[in-house]
T-cell receptor, first 111, second 116 residues
Framework: SQKIEQNSEALNIQEGKTATLTCNYT??????LQWYRQDPGRGPVFLLL?????KEKRKERLKVTFDTTLKQSLFHITASQPADSATYLC??????????FGIGTKLQVIP | GAGVSQSPSNKVTEKGKDVELRCDPI?????LYWYRQSLGQGLEFLIY????????KSGLPSDRFSAERTGGSVSTLTIQRTQQEDSAVYLC??????????????FGPGTRLTVL
């Protein structure tokens, strides 16, 4: 079965810097990779989706890359703000299949 | 528009009691998912409903857990004879189609279950 690895340790960065979160997977390459944000006491909220034939996807200050050779996705937040502090989850799926979520990485942006 | 709603938001119960958790998905969404999230842990898949297909129950941890989805809309997750290890936040999500990994899941706020 698919195994997803996200850095379970919190990532602390200074406001204004670029935050980079990593999602590694084993086994097969997913057709789709999604990133979600989860705030304490709330359900996850969808941010971005990238397909296996796409190398990069951008949305405002967010950028996601997908390297099927390395079996890795990187999630970048540029010009980070304290409001970006949250837990970020990556999720994988291949075609007609339920989505598998990673454990998430907690990001803390320090003013 | 209305998102996914769940009730109750908090539930405290005694060990051995049965509990029912409710999920109202977004209208028109054919797929519905239940997850469990323990403190500091990731999302644990429990069960998945898609249209009129037989549900995927592969994530249910024991036969004390069951779920149904009536009329393709509201879903109820039932935990019988609750145990302390059942304490967690139970999250429900719905998606438009459910048969594609590109489908975005919309989550409810969750029900925090505490078993004393």
């Amino acid at each position: 079965s698919q195994k997803i690895e996200q850095n379970s340790e919190a990532l602390n960065i200074q406001e204004g810097k670029t935050a980079t979160l990593t999602c590694n997977y084993t086994n097969y390459s997913p057709a789709y990779l999604q990133w979600y944000r989860q705030d304490p006491g709330r359900g996850p909220v969808f941010l971005l989706l990238i397909r296996e034939n796409e190398k990069e996807k951008r949305k405002e200050r967010l950028k996601v890359t997908f390297d099927t050779t390395l079996k890795q996705s990187l999630f970048h937040i540029t010009a980070s703000q304290p409001a970006d502090s949250a837990t970020y989850l990556c999720a994988l799926a291949r075609g007609y299949q339920k989505v598998t979520f990673g454990i998430g990485t907690k990001l803390q942006v320090i003013p | 528009g209305a998102g996914v709603s769940q009730s109750p938001s908090n539930k405290v119960t005694e060990k051995g009691k049965d509990v029912e958790l409710r999920c109202d998905p977004i209208s028109g969404h054919t797929a519905l998912y239940w997850y469990r999230q323990s403190l500091g842990q990731g999302l644990e898949f429990l069960i998945y409903f898609q249209g009129n297909s037989a549900p995927d129950k592969s994530g249910l941890p024991s036969d004390r857990f069951s779920a149904e989805r009536t009329g393709g809309s509201v879903s109820t997750l039932t935990i019988q004879r609750t145990q302390q290890e059942d304490s967690a936040v139970y999250l429900c999500a719905s998606s438009l189609v459910g048969t594609s990994g590109s489908d975005t899941q919309y989550f409810g706020p969750g029900t925090r279950l505490t078993v004393l």
